[in-house]
């Protein structure tokens, strides 16, 4: 199994750019999620799904946006790139089933520099 | 707003000795997970716990879940160079919709001098 897929892994974009960070799992996840992780702290919640079609927001949307048209995919999207947005990007997905929740499988990260 | 708190920010302790981590929930835990991560890495599964007490072991890592003080503690034994890195807390925190947010704590920056 792949597991998570994160593409691409590096970008620098200029500001006001907009670009689509991919995501995509293997194992028939449910929940799937979107961090940042800005330098020395933790991981900040974007956004997260609980399903096809379903998405609601975490910490930190604004300047975000998301789609789950399929149980695999889980594009976000950052429309107007600011400075403010520099940061490392996970993707996460888990399974929440009658027994309670599986542990996270995160990407490999995106590293997205905006200049 | 920050809902697990992670104490110490930041630990260095010489390689053998012995240190623990602390997480502490705002909210009622679902699910605490712990994990590592290497500087620039994607994150690592350590251990996950689920029920009041629990307590599980990997190695020379073992973390233990308070329920009723909404706390979990990460022990390593005998510290290794290779235990360095960044550990984070996790939780599943509901959201009162019927679904739960997987939320973490800021980290806690581990340093093991040979």
């Known amino acids: 199994n792949a597991g998570v897929t994160q593409t691409p892994k590096f970008r620098i974009l200029k500001i006001g750019q907009s670009m689509t960070l991919q995501c995509a799992q293997d194992m028939n996840h449910n929940y799937m999620y979107w961090y940042r992780q800005d330098p020395g702290m933790g991981l900040k919640l974007i956004y997260y799904?609980?399903?096809?079609?379903?998405?609601d927001k975490g910490e930190v949307p604004n300047g975000y946006n998301v789609s789950r048209s399929t149980t695999e995919d889980f594009p976000l999207r950052l429309e107007l790139a600011a400075p403010s947005q520099t940061s490392v990007y996970f993707c996460?997905?888990?399974?929440?089933?009658?027994?309670?929740?599986?542990?996270?499988?995160f990407g490999q990260g995106t590293r997205l520099t905006v200049v | 707003s920050q809902e697990l708190e992670q104490s110490p920010q930041s630990l260095i302790v010489q390689e053998g000795k012995n240190l623990t981590i602390n997480c502490t929930s705002s909210k009622t835990l679902y699910g605490l997970y712990w994990y590592k991560q290497k500087y620039g890495e994607g994150l690592i599964f350590l251990m996950m716990?689920?029920?009041?007490?629990e307590e599980k072991s990997h190695e020379k890592i073992t973390a233990k879940l308070d329920e009723k003080k909404q706390q979990s503690s990460l022990h390593i034994t005998a510290s290794q160079p290779s235990h360095a890195g960044i550990y984070l807390c996790?939780?599943?925190?509901?959201?009162?919709?019927?679904?739960?947010?997987?939320?973490f704590g800021k980290g806690t920056k581990l340093s093991v001098i040979p």
């Open positions: 996460a997905s888990s399974y929440w089933g009658g027994q309670g929740n599986t542990e996270a499988f």
């Open positions: 799904s609980v399903g096809a079609g379903i998405t």
């Open positions: 996790g939780a599943d925190v509901g959201t009162g919709a019927g679904s739960y947010q997987l939320t």
């Open positions: 716990l689920q029920k009041g007490g």
